[in-house]
């Protein structure tokens, strides 16, 4: 059972490129979401799924485009990057159903702009 | 929106003694959920343990159990016997019906 699979793991990128940080889970979770992780800040929540079609904004949704068209899938896209998104990005899964469960998480992307 | 706070960025114990990691939360919901995540090196996040909002029994996993004071809106972890691999981030989470909302983190360092 592979979870939440992120790719890449590492990626830099330079300013002003866009590209797509891709986030799959074998699991049939209904609910899926990306944060982002910055020193101090904790992990801040970009955008969230409740289902297939379905998105939402975050905390800090700003040059950021989500789309849900499978369950299983859930891509954040950087339209043009910039240093500021600088950060390590976690993709999140859980079930509709088992509403006291925490979210299972990806192993996570680091990404550096320069 | 929530807001989760944890007023401790790092916390140093002695290997086998006992430490508490602070959490408070901002919410006006009465059903919701909180969460202690580990986060070692290896980036993973790991559920550590959760409480559920509407029991009054604060919850217990092993060495790690909560104080959930509801009408004070706080929620800390107690880690008994501390381990060198207990050595992490630790955050603090508030659930609601559709996202959930992380604390800034508290690193805590074991020392053998």
């Known amino acids: 059972n592979a979870g939440v699979t992120q790719t890449p793991k590492f990626q830099v990128l330079k300013t002003g490129q866009s590209m797509t940080l891709q986030c799959a889970q074998d699991m049939n979770h209904e609910y899926m979401s990306w944060y982002r992780q910055d020193p101090g800040m904790g992990l801040r929540l970009i955008h969230y799924s409740v289902g297939a079609g379905i998105t939402d904004q975050g905390e800090v949704p700003n040059g950021y485009n989500v789309s849900r068209s499978t369950t299983e899938d859930f891509p954040l896209r950087l339209l043009s990057a910039a240093p500021s998104q600088t950060s390590v990005y976690f993709c999140?899964?859980?079930?509709?159903?088992?509403?006291?469960?925490?979210?299972?998480f990806g192993s996570g992307t680091r990404l550096t702009v320069v | 929106a929530q807001t989760v706070t944890q007023s401790q960025p790092e916390m140093s114990v002695q290997e086998a003694e006992t430490v508490t990691l602070s959490c408070t939360y901002d919410t006006s919901e009465s059903d919701y959920y909180l969460f202690w995540y580990k986060q070692p090196p290896s980036r993973q996040m790991i559920l550590v343990i959760r409480q559920e909002a509407y029991k009054q029994q604060n919850a217990t996993e092993n060495r790690f159990s909560v104080n959930f004071q509801k009408a004070a809106k706080s929620f800390s972890l107690k880690i008994s016997d501390s381990q060198l691999g207990d050595a992490a981030m630790y955050f603090c989470?508030?659930?609601?019906?559709?996202?959930?909302?992380f604390g800034a983190g508290t690193r805590l360092t074991v020392k053998p």
């Open positions: 989470a508030y659930r609601s019906a559709d996202d959930m909302r």
């Open positions: 999140a899964s859980r079930d509709r159903g088992l509403v006291s469960n925490g979210y299972t």
